[in-house]
Structure formats: C-alpha cells, structure tokens
C-alpha cells in the first residue's frame, strides 16, 4: 500500500484501533501430533506455528553443554507468507529474529535440568504482517509448556511503535512501514524483560510511556495465554475431553 495520508484520524488508527489496542488474538495449543509440543498463534494478520521438539539427544555431539540444554530456535518465513514471495531459506533477518527470539526464552527455561540434551524450537510463519517475532515468541512460550519443559514462567511479546508522533501498541505492516519507531519487547508476568529491539527513535518519555503500554499489552497475552492452556488441560469436571 502507498503511504497514507494520515496512520491515526481522530485519535483512531486506520484499522479501527485506538493506540493502546492489540490486534485480535486467536491460540490453539497442540495443533501437531508429531512434535512434543506446538501451538498456532493468530495475531491479527499474522499466522505462526510453533513446534518444540526435546529434549533430546544433541546433534551435532559437540554442541551438547555437559550443565545444561542447549536452546535451538530456528525462524523462518514460508514464501508465501508476504506479499512479494520471500525467498526461501536462512538469510540475514530471519538468523537475527531466531537469536533474539531465543534469548527472550532462555531466561524462563530451567535448562540446568537437561545437560546433553537439546531443546529444539520451530517457528514457522504462514502469514505475516509485521509483529511475527512477538506472534513467534508467544506461540514458542506455548509449545514449550505443551512440550511440558519446566519453565519459571510465561514469555509474552508485542511491539509498541510511534505514527503520526502518537505512541501505539502493536504495529501492523503499514504502520511498521511508514511509522517513526517500532520496539519489540519480550517480558515475563512479572515484568522482566527478555526481549527489546528498537527500530527509529523515541525520546527518552516516549520510550518509558511506550514500555509502559508494551508492559500492559503483554499482561493482556499472557492472560489469553493462560487462558489457552487451560482450555487443553484443565480437567472438565462434566467428563467431556478437551479436545
Ligand atoms: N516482511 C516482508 N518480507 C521480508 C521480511 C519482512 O514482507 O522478507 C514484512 C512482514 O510482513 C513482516 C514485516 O515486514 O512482518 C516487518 O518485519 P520486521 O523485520 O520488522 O519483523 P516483525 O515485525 O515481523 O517481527
């Protein structure tokens, strides 16, 4: 899409949302038989799987660590995921996207637990729309306790940005495109913060007003978050499965 005229008109963005509202979220958690543990994540246009395999035996050997797991975590966007067809394969992005992504779960994953073995993270995405680091993040965090690996707590990830000099939460692809600042922050419910990139520039108020809304957004995920897991195993007292 060209650049619009104006991102935000009477204090409305241009998909209906105010400033501080996430797009809508959608979690089935378990959705692959094969893995040990996944979970498709729905965040407005963005459509990600996550799968985590481990832990497991560590292939290549000589990456095992002899006190811990070591976390994989491997990012990648399907071709058709955009609309220009994105080449298939690693490149810069996609290497940088899975580092972060990992050390925005490392912290929560007690992998003193597993020494020689791996924990193996996939996330694959379908549809993207800016935000799919944070869709991937949060998806990630739901497959890994799908998988059962012990984890301290939750992971929850959302973007905050600025457009038309106005702070917003949750980027979408025009306002990733044509807005002045885009800050993808990862946090546990307890408000530590694992993950935070900045792309444009905020003032030193914007930031800390923008980390505020990010906190907020993130609280709201980990509720639907929760929310998801419990729909899978929560024990129905009426004898009906889950499922
Ligand atoms: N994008 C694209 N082609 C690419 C990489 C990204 O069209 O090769 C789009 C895609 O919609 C993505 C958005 O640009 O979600 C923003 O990408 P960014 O690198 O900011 O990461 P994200 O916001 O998805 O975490």
């Known amino acids: 899409m060209a650049k619009p005229e104006k991102l935000i008109e009477n204090g409305i963005r241009l998909d209906g949302r105010r400033p501080d509202e996430l797009r809508p ?17 729905e965040f407005g246009l963005n459509k ?27 990012y990648n966007m399907a071709s058709f995921s955009v609309e220009d067809r994105k080449r298939p394969g690693p490149d810069r ?16 994953i007690f992998q003193e637990y597993f020494p020689r073995s791996a924990i193996d993270i996939f996330v694959e995405v379908l549809q993207a729309d800016a935000g799919t680091r944070t869709a991937g993040i949060n998806a990630a965090s739901l497959a890994l306790a799908d998988a059962g690996i012990p984890m301290k707590s939750l992971v929850s990830a959302c ?5 038309d000099d106005t702070l917003v939460l949750d980027l979408n692809k025009d306002e990733d495109n044509y807005g002045q600042a885009d800050m993808p922050v990862a946090m546990t419910p307890d ?16 930031f800390k007003e923008g980390l505020e809304m990010a906190k907020k957004g993130c609280l ?5 978050q929760r929310a998801a897991l419990l729909e899978k195993y929560a024990t129905r007292m009426d004898g009906e499965s889950n499922e």
């Open 25 to 41: 979220i959608k979690i089935k958690v378990g959705v692959l038989n094969r893995a040990d543990g996944s979970c498709y994540f």
């Open 159 to 163: 973007a905050v940005g600025k457009v």
């Open 220 to 224: 709201e995920i980990a509720q639907l």
């Open 48 to 74: 990600v799987i996550a799968a985590v395999y481990g832990p497991r035996e560590v292939h290549p050997r000589h990456m095992q660590k002899s006190n811990s797991a070591v976390v994989r975590y491997k």
């Open 93 to 108: 992005r996609s290497i940088e996207v899975s580092k972060v992504s990992r050390e925005a779960l490392e912290p929560v």
């Open 191 to 206: 408000g530590k913060i694992t993950l935070l990139q900045m792309d444009g520039h905020l003032s030193g108020d914007e």
